[in-house]
């Protein structure tokens, strides 16, 4: 039963061949039996599984249909949810029940999803590993030494060991891009604005963008299609009619120009991803994508300005957690001032302590222009490149990380370094544009992923040529040995 993709669930229930109950029960099971060798879940709901799969199943007799209703999925822990600790995999919100749901969470729970818990994430979704989070870190179904990619490294880990079929997560800088890349999945960060982010605790709130992870282009098609669309609920969401995504992933490639960023190959790149890149370029062009080589001369001021911007926004977002109102406070503050400094000392872990001090220096009245200013004028030069690049491509097409996952532990002690494999996945963020990753073959055992890009809202096309890509080649369907 665990195989089963998103869409063939829907038709394994709509065909009575089993019960949102009967999977929800086998699902549970193997997370209990598996998940401690990945860590890969925060908390489970078992109590809530059951009954929102019995409701399903009840809807199902009663005629209603609908791709999502049963089907068990996974909420990262930073989407709200109602009596449910949402933890951000910090410490500073152990002790945290969301009042309420996040939107994502209550759409897809109107749905008819079952969510089975929340998963596992760095610490208020800061790093590329998931090593940073209070939870420990999660690790990688292909080789457990090794690392799933962060932040939404939970998500990403349950979905590859088939321990559920589908998970939502979110992407500031490749949060989800870069774990999918990792373990082998398909994930999509929508543009940004397309799916709400009321209830989705913050980090950096300009870029910050939840999406689907899921093991096929036409799984996130479904999962996006429950998560996507317009709430006024926040201010950023931007109120364009939702197309229905799973009927555009039949499109013809014939025609569909593919620009390759002539910077994406530079000496950074692991020779072996370039391979399996160009080989991707190949099969795509066989569909009947025309390549085109393009630039994007601005890319390689990204990271710097990334990690100006989303610190900077980070130390804003995170003064909200100051013992007072929500979270952990520490014991016997002797004063006010005592309050702050020991709570937020105490609650939150190194990196998170690094980037509210990055992001105050540089939002800081001496450091301000010569900082956050620059950054902000870098990140309208990054749009500014790929506003040209669509100009002549419909796609455009890369690496989605430098290297295959590490191993655990490896970056530790050099942050900078663990930033520096975010390159190819930020400047996405950066502009607000939408980007898929998708599984694209494998280097010493370990998955590789090649990114799409496409202009605003049209995740539509991404979807479409991830599937069409899924259909020609296998790699999205290898699994990971012992799961
Ligand atoms: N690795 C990036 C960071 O640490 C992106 C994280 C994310 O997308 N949430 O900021």
Redesign the pocket.
């Known amino acids: 039963m665990h195989h089963m993709t998103l869409a063939e669930i829907a038709r394994g229930l709509a065909d009575k061949k089993f019960s949102s109950e009967e999977l929800t029960k086998a699902l549970l099971a193997r997370i209990a039996q598996l998940d401690p060798q990945l860590n890969s879940f925060i908390s489970l709901t078992e109590e809530l599984a059951l009954s929102q799969a019995k409701a399903a199943d009840a809807r199902r007799a009663n005629g209603e249909s609908g791709a999502l209703l049963g089907a068990p999925i996974a909420h990262k822990d930073l989407f709200c949810t109602q009596g449910i600790r949402t933890s951000c995999g910090s410490k500073m919100l152990d002790n945290f029940k969301a009042p309420y749901d996040a939107t994502v969470v209550a759409k897809l729970a109107a749905a008819g999803t079952v969510t089975l818990g929340k998963t596992n994430m760095?610490e208020f979704?800061?790093?590329?590993a998931n090593e940073s989070s209070h939870y420990g870190p999660v690790k990688n179904p292909w080789n457990l030494e090794h690392v799933p990619g962060?932040?939404?490294g939970g998500s990403a880990a349950a979905v590859a060991a088939r321990l559920l079929p589908a998970a939502t997560a979110?992407?500031?800088?490749?949060?989800?891009r870069?774990p999918a890349a990792f373990t082998n999945l398909t994930g999509l960060k929508p543009t940004y604005g397309r799916v709400s982010r009321w209830g989705m605790i913050a980090?950096?709130s300009s870029?910050?963008q939840g999406g689907p992870l899921a093991r096929t282009a036409e799984d996130c098609a479904i999962l996006l299609q429950g998560m996507a669309g317009f709430d006024p609920n926040d201010s950023t969401s931007i109120d364009e009619p939702v197309p229905d995504y799973s009927a555009s992933l039949n499109g013809s490639l014939q025609g569909l120009r593919i620009g390759v960023p002539k910077e994406y190959f530079s000496a950074g790149l692991d020779p072996r991803i370039a391979e399996l890149v160009h080989n991707s370029v190949k099969a795509l062009e066989k569909l009947g994508a025309v390549i085109k080589e393009i630039s994007l001369p601005n890319m390689q001021h990204a990271i710097p300005a990334?990690?100006v911007i989303?610190p900077a926004e980070a130390s804003s977002n995170l003064s909200r957690f100051d013992g007072v109102r929500f979270g952990y406070r520490c014991e016997n503050p002797e004063n006010l001032v005592d309050l702050y400094k020991r709570s937020r000392g105490e609650g939150f872990g190194a990196e998170v302590q690094r980037r509210i001090m990055v992001g105050a220096y540089a939002l800081s009245a001496g450091y301000y222009d010569a900082y956050y200013l620059k950054a902000q004028k870098i990140r309208r030069l990054v749009k500014n490149d790929f506003m040209a690049a669509f100009n002549e491509v419909d796609i455009i097409l890369g690496p989605t990380t430098p290297n295959p996952a590490w191993k655990l532990g490896a970056k530790n002690s050099d942050p900078v370094a663990?930033?520096l494999e975010?390159v190819y996945?930020?400047t996405a963020?950066l502009a607000g544009l939408p980007g898929l990753s998708m599984p694209a073959g494998f280097v010493d055992g370990l998955p590789v992923g090649v990114q799409l890009l496409a202009p605003y809202f049209q995740e539509g096309r991404l979807l479409n040529v991830a599937h069409q890509y899924q259909l020609h080649t296998d790699w999205h369907t290898r699994t990971p040995q012992g799961f």
Not at 125 to 128: F, I, L, R
Not at 170 to 176: A, H, N, P, R, V
């Open positions: 760095d979704a800061m790093g590329s962060g932040s939404s979110t992407d500031t800088g490749g949060s989800i870069q980090y950096a870029l910050d990334y990690y989303a663990e930033y975010d996945t930020i963020n």
